[in-house]
């Protein structure tokens, strides 16, 4: 089966960092993707890790580390628009994604 | 057409009745999804299809059923829709199933089934 681990909710100031953690349990993992999705609107792709490490996109990074079946997102120097809910999802065995539930992220002046 | 379009945006279904929902992309992508987004449950997988021709069900596939005709098009079909079927669907796609390829969702359709 699958579990995925994710904050429903975080609040964070704007300008500052934030940190958001995907802990995961599957059957085979093909990679861990990491999706942004505003209000009323389709999920966007932010990142996708298949190796540990980090990989950083801009303000955006995203670290894995496979053996421990975590992952997180961190976002830095916070702009208003970040405020969106951020999907963690992986792509087990029978390479299909799992998404997790949704970490809602509400970022305040 | 640039992506994936969804059709209706948003749709109020009687229960009983039979509801297609469409999607098209033109990426020429091999493979498509379709999702249903429910609060507090996230995104799950109805019914995936790898290549044109070619279907497979996903985690809840019960009461859904999809067909792959050709490359672009990847319909969804409520053959008797209930109320537990409300939810926002997307459809996605990549370039090919597996290998970490990147999945582009389409706007989503809000189905009410009263």
Not at chain 2, 29 to 47: K, P, V
Request: glycine share 10%.
């Amino acid at each position: 089966g699958q579990n995925i681990d994710q904050p429903t909710e975080m609040t964070a100031t704007e300008g500052a960092i934030v940190q958001i953690n995907c802990t995961y349990q599957t059957s085979g993992f093909n990679g861990l993707f990491w999706y942004q999705q505003h209000a009323g609107e389709a999920p966007t792709f932010l990142s996708y890790n298949v190796l540990d490490g980090l990989e950083e996109k801009g303000r955006f990074s995203s670290f894995l580390s496979r053996s421990k079946g975590y992952s997180y997102l961190l976002l830095k120097e916070l702009q208003m628009k970040d405020s969106a809910s951020y999907l963690c999802a992986v792509l087990g065995g029978s390479y299909q994604l799992t998404f997790g539930k949704g970490t809602k992220l509400s970022v305040i002046p | 057409i640039a992506g994936i379009t969804q059709a209706p945006t948003s749709q109020i279904l009687a229960a009983g009745r039979r509801m297609t929902l469409r999607c098209t992309q033109d990426m020429r992508h091999n493979a498509m999804y379709w999702y249903r987004q429910d609060l507090g449950l996230g995104l799950r997988l109805i019914h995936y299809s790898n290549t044109a021709g070619t279907t497979g069900k996903g985690e809840v596939p019960d009461g859904y059923s999809v067909s792959r005709a050709n490359t672009d098009d990847f319909p969804l079909t409520l053959a008797s829709a209930v109320p537990s079927q409300t939810s926002v669907y997307f459809c996605a796609s990549s370039d090919r199933a597996g290998s970490g390829d990147t999945q582009y969702f389409g706007p989503g359709t809000r189905l009410t089934v009263l």
